[in-house]
């Protein structure tokens, strides 16, 4: 499902190491789901969440 709810972020996802996109994929769909965020604004606050947490930078 997740993949089918951004598949037209495709080219943008693909540019990730795979266990960011990964990560990205879910927090995405939670923002999407739960935050009431286009999916554009999903996709990018998943990855610069994922981002964050890889470098242990706090909000």
Do not use: H
């Not at 990964?22 to 965020?37: G, P």
């Not at 554009?40 to 964050?52: D, P, Q």
Request: charged share 40%; with cysteine; aromatic share 8%.
């Amino acid at each position: 499902m997740k993949e089918d709810l951004f598949k037209d972020y495709q080219e943008r996802l693909n540019v990730l190491d795979e266990n960011i996109r990964a990560l990205a994929l879910k927090y995405a769909t939670d923002f999407y789901l739960n935050k009431n965020c286009s999916k554009e604004e999903a996709i990018e606050r998943g990855i610069v969440k994922v981002e964050m947490e890889k470098r242990k930078i706090q909000p």
